[in-house]
């Protein structure tokens, strides 16, 4: 299963984005980021408040100086839509586990110090377990020592990742940061969730 398939095959969820906040930061080709979504169910009635939040690692590349980053508020603006990825209503459990990141974004103004905008993609809800095996056999398969025997358990952790995702949030806001030029990075990780 790839990126496409898995995005050929979202549908309007049954949930509404309200704000998200995080930061990022990049050095070199490494990429961090962490933040919250706020999103408000709207069923049952009253609708019912989730803050979800995440954190990631990956590789990006932009243009830009080695150290960079930007942040954003709840005050600030961001739009966002979630997207179901099964034939089942999204559930506040679905909101927690593997996770992966997409973002594209830049800042702007002289020496890159001040406002800028991104937009991002997040798939969400992988099984966890599947997801932290797939991790370490992605590793393992860098190591010379591990690397054959690694590659076809990671092969069929991957498509069992791809396979269990729940669903999907695309979204775009501004942040302030320094350093960032235009730039994208893909970034796995965790998220969790709560009702507030």
């Given at each position: 299963?790839?990126l496409?398939?898995?995005?050929r ?12 906040g ?7 080709i ?6 919250f ?6 069923s049952?009635?009253?609708p019912?408040?989730?803050r ?17 980053g ?8 961001s739009a ?7 034939s ?28 800028g905008?991104s ?6 809800g992988?099984?966890?377990?599947a ?6 056999t ?15 358990p ?5 498509r069992e990742?791809?396979s269990?995702?729940?669903g ?10 320094f ?6 990075a893909?970034e ?9």
């Amino acid at each position: 299963m790839s990126l496409s398939t898995v995005l050929r095959s979202a549908r309007e969820s049954g949930w509404n984005f309200q704000t998200s906040g995080g930061g990022d930061a990049g050095v070199g080709i490494v990429a961090l980021s962490a933040g919250f979504i706020d999103l408000t169910s709207r069923s049952p009635l009253p609708p019912q408040g989730v803050r979800a939040r995440y954190a990631a690692a990956g590789a990006g590349l932009s243009i830009s100086i080695p150290l960079n980053g930007d942040g954003s508020t709840s005050s600030m603006f961001s739009a966002g839509k979630v997207y179901t990825l099964t034939s089942a209503p999204l559930q506040l459990r679905d909101f927690s586990g593997g996770c992966i990141l997409l973002s594209a974004g830049s800042n702007f103004g002289p020496f890159r110090l001040m406002q800028g905008g991104s937009a991002s993609i997040l798939l969400f809800g992988a099984s966890a377990i599947a997801f932290a095996a797939w991790q370490v056999t992605a590793m393992a398969s860098m190591v010379p020592v591990f690397g054959a025997p690694a590659i076809i358990p990671n092969f069929f952790l991957q498509r069992e990742v791809w396979s269990s995702f729940k669903g999907l949030i695309a979204m775009c806001g501004a942040n302030r940061g320094f350093g960032s030029g235009p730039g994208f990075a893909l970034e796995r990780g965790y998220i969790s969730a709560v009702a507030h």
